[in-house]
């Protein structure tokens, strides 16, 4: 996993809650996402399926995208398609993934970059691995968020962000034996260069076997785990949890999330995503690649699309050739 890391952890800012920080989140549910294909056919988890909206409010979607082996030739994405009315946040571990939209934005992400595209009122966009890539195989691993916007801003024009790993805000646990990757929000001080509509937190964690981490976290925030690979626990009565398994927290002040003694071979240490974001608690009308309030809006966003209304597709494809220098 070659998201972004340093040699020594313990070079790094610690993470260490208050002692005044006694309320730690306990578990309320433990779910497993189910399997299925995404795009042209790439294997993923749905990391929020069977959650209660109301527990995930501002996220609405989480896919772990692979982890799969690529041979020649089977590198696979999306085509051309609409979003109005959220955020698509996409964190690449392994391969590489281009991007090209509607609204001039574009670009390549690897090895623990991140796209952040805010649809807004609307556009076309297409992801996909370049096509050396697709010649030549390899590894792919990645998550994509779909961060919900509150009314005020799902009619704002489109941006996008280019969050490359070393970027990153970095932090380790008191002991060294956990390191924090923070994408976006703040944690401890450390903050993350994503910049967000919707107050929220973005953590990749890596845990050693046998390590323990406690996260300081805001108490407006709610709170979700999810594990990419590896097994362990979280919360201080240690209720199991292990690859593909998503917890949703309760209310507290502090994340407790552990690794077990022994992991698998293929992933000697345990990696772990915490999101948290302040709900929006308002009507949500989802279908396909439209998050709006009502259901005529959605109708209304189809109804764009249909007419060209969301943008064309650039004749122009976004070059990638410093990307390709690099890896190929």
Same mark, same amino acid.
């Given at each position: 996993?070659?998201?972004?890391?340093?040699?020594?952890?313990?070079?790094?800012?610690?993470?260490?809650?208050?002692?005044?920080?006694?309320?730690?989140?306990?578990?309320?549910?433990?779910?497993?996402?189910?399997?299925?294909?995404?795009?042209?056919?790439?294997?993923?988890?749905?990391?929020?399926?069977?959650?209660?909206?109301?527990?995930?409010?501002?996220?609405?979607?989480?896919?772990?995208?692979?982890?799969?082996?690529?041979?020649?030739?089977?590198?696979?994405?999306?085509?051309?398609?609409?979003?109005?009315?959220?955020?698509?946040?996409?964190?690449?571990?392994?391969?590489?993934?281009?991007?090209?939209?509607?609204?001039?934005?574009?670009?390549?992400?690897?090895?623990?970059?991140?796209?952040?595209?805010?649809?807004?009122?609307?556009?076309?966009?297409?992801?996909?691995?370049?096509?050396?890539?697709?010649?030549?195989?390899?590894?792919?691993?990645?998550?994509?968020?779909?961060?919900?916007?509150?009314?005020?801003?799902?009619?704002?024009?489109?941006?996008?962000?280019?969050?490359? =790993? /070393?970027?990153?805000?970095?932090?380790?646990?008191? @002991?060294?034996? !956990? $390191?924090?990757? *923070?994408?976006? #929000? %703040?944690?401890?001080?450390?903050?993350?260069?994503?910049?967000?509509?919707?107050?929220?937190?973005?953590?990749?964690?890596?845990?050693?076997? =046998? /390590?323990?981490?406690?996260?300081?976290?805001?108490? @407006?925030?709610? !709170? $979700?785990?999810? *594990?990419?690979? #590896? %097994?362990?626990?979280?919360?201080?009565?240690?209720?199991?949890?292990?690859?593909?398994?998503?917890?949703?927290?309760?209310?507290?002040?502090?994340?407790?999330?552990?690794?077990?003694?022994?992991?698998?071979?293929?992933?000697?240490?345990?990696? *772990?995503?915490?999101?948290?974001?302040?709900?929006?608690?308002?009507?949500?009308?989802?279908?396909?690649?439209?998050?709006?309030?009502?259901?005529?809006?959605?109708?209304?966003?189809?109804?764009?699309?249909?007419?060209?209304?969301?943008?064309?597709?650039?004749?122009?494809?976004?070059?990638?050739?410093?990307?390709?220098?690099?890896?190929?």
């Amino acid at each position: 996993m070659p998201a972004i890391t340093v040699d020594d952890w313990t070079t790094l800012p610690r993470v260490l809650p208050l002692p005044t920080q006694t309320e730690d989140r306990a578990p309320i549910t433990v779910t497993t996402a189910p399997q299925g294909y995404e795009g042209e056919g790439f294997p993923v988890r749905r990391a929020f399926a069977g959650v209660d909206a109301k527990d995930l409010d501002p996220f609405i979607h989480l896919d772990q995208m692979g982890e799969v082996e690529y041979a020649p030739g089977e590198p696979k994405g999306t085509p051309w398609h609409p979003h109005r009315g959220f955020e698509t946040v996409t964190y690449m571990i392994d391969g590489v993934m281009d991007h090209q939209d509607s609204h001039g934005g574009g670009g390549s992400i690897t090895d623990g970059d991140t796209q952040w595209m805010t649809a807004g009122s609307g556009l076309l966009h297409i992801e996909a691995p370049p096509e050396w890539l697709v010649g030549k195989g390899g590894l792919f691993h990645g998550l994509q968020l779909w961060v919900n916007l509150p009314r005020a801003d799902k009619w704002k024009p489109p941006a996008y962000q280019d969050i490359r =790993g /070393a970027d990153v805000g970095l932090a380790s646990s008191p @002991d060294g034996g !956990a $390191l924090l990757r *923070v994408i976006a #929000g %703040e944690v401890d001080g450390v903050r993350g260069p994503g910049s967000t509509h919707t107050p929220m937190a973005m953590v990749h964690a890596t845990l050693a076997p =046998g /390590a323990e981490l406690v996260v300081p976290w805001r108490t @407006d925030f709610n !709170a $979700l785990v999810y *594990v990419m690979n #590896g %097994e362990g626990y979280v919360g201080r009565d240690r209720r199991p949890i292990r690859t593909g398994q998503l917890a949703v927290l309760g209310h507290g002040e502090t994340i407790t999330v552990g690794a077990s003694a022994g992991q698998e071979a293929r992933h000697p240490a345990m990696d *772990v995503v915490l999101l948290g974001g302040l709900p929006i608690r308002e009507p949500i009308a989802w279908a396909g690649p439209f998050v709006m309030n009502t259901r005529a809006e959605v109708v209304q966003a189809f109804e764009d699309f249909q007419k060209g209304r969301l943008g064309t597709i650039p004749s122009q494809p976004v070059p990638h050739a410093d990307v390709q220098g690099e890896l190929g």
